[in-house]
């Protein structure tokens, strides 16, 4: 039990220690973009298809109320009078007005019954003007810009003062009402905005949150948001190291018939590495076929450290920030590890250093809104002698004893830390389907489809 207690703290101060050396390295200054999304015309069409099943229920619970409390002017209860019993969205459309915002219509039948024995169709038009806000808080928000409802009648079983009677429908619904919240509407819109910051979970201690750096630009192409990428380690937020290249959102694509496509640059997939590292996820113990005894044969002194034939272990440690590269159709990771051979347990003796210089190429995948990203096999690795206790060692006899080992369990170790993935950018009630990945140099665009309702996604691999 104490063994286990002074391995926790131990592991607790190496954390710590990572966070305090992170405050060492150059940071942002400035709140730049380092991925973000693009919105199309055809994804907000999606977004009011399936907003039209919610309006109408908004509509409903407000208009067919028992007393339909504050939507009527005058008495509270209508008594019979110009009683609404039904209510439906016939149309509810949202198009682009580019350097401002969207515009909502929406056309709801009504049925109206304004005397025993009679019924009338009446139309309720709602033509509003939105556009998106960063509060202080930093969250966005949707809000009304203008608004302009109309009732008119479209049929009626009346014989006689139909026209009196549409007057009387169009006085009593309360206009400012419905344009207060005509926002609402839509499918939670306020809620989703702010799920879009919320943290999501990377490893127990590495949480990942995504902040909008300003409102979004509306244009012909769609609406495009950009966002920043920021870490926490243990609860607190970590200083990233500085994007050589800015990175600004690239050109929406008209032709695309995606309804969202989302950028992420390649110092984007660097400082989720960086807070891996930063979190000592990739400090990482190797097992290895070799023993003590096996490796005294080629290396003498060895034999004269351990009195006993014992496993030999690998433990890897970070000697500097893991890179990503990204190229057209590919995309590399660059390792930099120094790996300390020894053995004994729990009290390690090391007796070799071996710096080991690794390129691996990287897979990327995507289900549901969580990105994998997993080694593949490493196309380049580089071994030499970093410290010894036993002397000198070539390096051909170091690729001999150990890059089997360090081919084979590098990769794998390292696919165990990002198994979990990472969730992308997102907002609540929305999943991502029909998704591809393509990497261009310095970025990766993900063109995808939004679907309502999580559930599992088919999964699209590029490598």
């Known amino acids: 039990m104490g063994r286990l207690a002074r391995k926790g703290i131990s592991m607790a101060k190496l954390l710590t220690l990572s966070i305090l050396l992170s405050l060492l390295v150059p940071a942002h200054t400035t709140r730049t973009p380092d991925c973000g999304g693009i919105l199309s015309p055809s994804g907000l069409s999606y977004v009011a298809e399936v907003s039209k099943p919610h309006a109408e229920t908004i509509l409903r619970q407000d208009l067919m109320a028992p007393t339909v409390p504050d939507l009527f002017l005058g008495s509270p209860k ?16 949202l ?48 809000v009304t810009s203008a608004c302009k409802p109309t009732v008119e009648e479209m049929q009626s079983t009346e014989e006689i003062e139909s026209k009196s009677s549409s007057s009387d429908v169009d006085k009593e619904i309360n206009i400012d009402k419905i344009c207060l919240e005509v926002s609402k509407l839509l499918l939670l819109p306020n809620e989703q905005l702010i799920s879009l910051t919320a943290q999501f979970p990377i490893t127990p201690s590495c949480q990942v949150q995504y902040l909008p750096l300003a409102a979004p630009v509306f244009s012909e192409q769609g609406i495009t948001i950009s966002l920043q990428t920021t870490f926490q380690v243990a609860g607190m937020a970590i200083p990233l190291p500085v994007s050589p290249v800015p990175f600004s ?39 290895s076929p070799l023993t003590t005894a096996t490796i005294a044969q080629k290396i003498t002194q060895v034999g004269s450290l351990f009195q006993e034939d014992l496993p030999v272990i690998l433990r890897a440690v970070l000697r500097s920030s893991p890179g990503v590269v990204l190229e057209e159709g590919k995309a590399a990771l660059k390792l930099f590890l120094t790996i300390h051979v020894g053995a004994g347990s729990p009290a390690f003796q090391s007796f070799l250093s071996v710096n080991a210089d690794i390129s691996a190429g990287l897979l990327l ?3 549901d ?32 004893l150990f890059l089997p080992t360090i081919r084979e369990e590098v990769p794998a170790q390292m696919n165990v830390v990002l198994s979990e993935g990472i969730f992308l950018p997102h907002v609540s009630s929305f999943t991502y389907t029909d998704v591809s990945i393509v990497i261009h140099k310095d970025y990766v665009l993900v063109p995808c489809n939004l679907e309502l309702q999580a559930r599992t996604g088919e999964q699209t691999t590029v490598g």
Do not use: C, W
């Not at 209508?78 to 459309?93: A, C, D, F, H, W």
């Not at 640059?265 to 590495?273: D, G, I, N, P, R």
């Not at 593949?376 to 051909?396: K, W």
């Open 369 to 400: 809104t969580r990105m994998t990203i997993s080694t593949a096999v490493i196309e380049d690795i580089e071994l030499s002698l970093a410290a010894s206790d036993v002397g000198p060692v070539p390096a051909a006899l170091l690729e001999e």
């Open 249 to 287: 959102m690239p050109e929406p694509v008209s032709s695309s018939p995606s309804h969202l496509t989302l950028a992420f640059s390649e110092h984007f997939y660097t400082s989720l590495f960086f807070a891996l590292e930063t979190a000592g996820a990739f400090n990482t113990t190797i097992p």
């Open 95 to 142: 198009s682009l007005i580019p350097n401002a915002g969207l515009r909502l219509t929406i056309d709801v039948d009504l049925g109206i019954t304004p005397a025993p024995s009679t019924t009338k169709v009446m139309r309720l038009s709602i033509l509003a003007d939105l556009h998106v806000e960063m509060n202080p808080e930093g969250n966005l928000e949707l």
């Open 78 to 93: 209508p008594s019979g009078r110009n009683q609404i019993n039904s209510v439906k969205v016939t149309e509810l459309s």
């Open 365 to 367: 995948s995507i289900t």
